[in-house]
């Protein structure tokens, strides 16, 4: 038996576990809600290129890693920042772990410009 103590350096890290223990891809919804065409459709566009299927005119569902997920908010935000208008944005996980976890964006995005004048 070993009854010395442990070295502290040896030890290991709170939240250490919390890494071999993550899940699979979780189930998800991708809600959003822009007024600039361009914009819905890359979003549109978006969501399908990471596996999700469409279940109403801007909304998707499907799985995906906490990496894969957080990289289509990311991607998603920075369509929306240039966006005219701006929107909405939301990913919405569905199951026990993931139930309290959303990303959520709600960004003016850049202002319409202004009319022409003249004839």
Same mark, same amino acid.
């Not at 289509?72 to 909405?88: H, M, N, P, T, W």
């Not at 709600?106 to 410009?113: F, I, N």
């Given at each position: 038996m070993n009854d010395r103590p442990r070295k502290p350096w040896k030890a290991e890290r709170p939240g250490a576990a919390l890494g071999r223990s993550e899940p699979g891809p979780a189930h998800l919804l991708a809600i959003f809600d822009v007024s600039d065409d361009r914009a819905r459709r890359k979003l549109t566009e978006l969501c399908? #290129?990471?596996g999700l299927t469409r279940f109403q005119w801007s909304a998707f569902?499907?799985? +995906?890693? @906490?990496? @894969?997920r957080e990289e289509?908010? #990311? @991607?998603?935000? @920075?369509? +929306? #920042?240039? *966006?005219?208008?701006?929107?909405?944005f939301f990913i919405v996980g569905i199951g026990a772990r993931e139930q309290a976890e959303s990303l959520? +964006? #709600?960004?003016?995005?850049?202002? *319409?410009? *202004?009319?022409k004048e003249g004839p």
């Open positions: 399908k #290129d990471y569902e499907g799985q +995906l890693t @906490r990496n @894969r289509l908010f #990311d @991607r998603g935000k @920075r369509l +929306l #920042d240039d *966006a005219v208008g701006g929107g909405r959520r +964006l #709600d960004t003016p995005g850049r202002p *319409a410009p *202004a009319p």
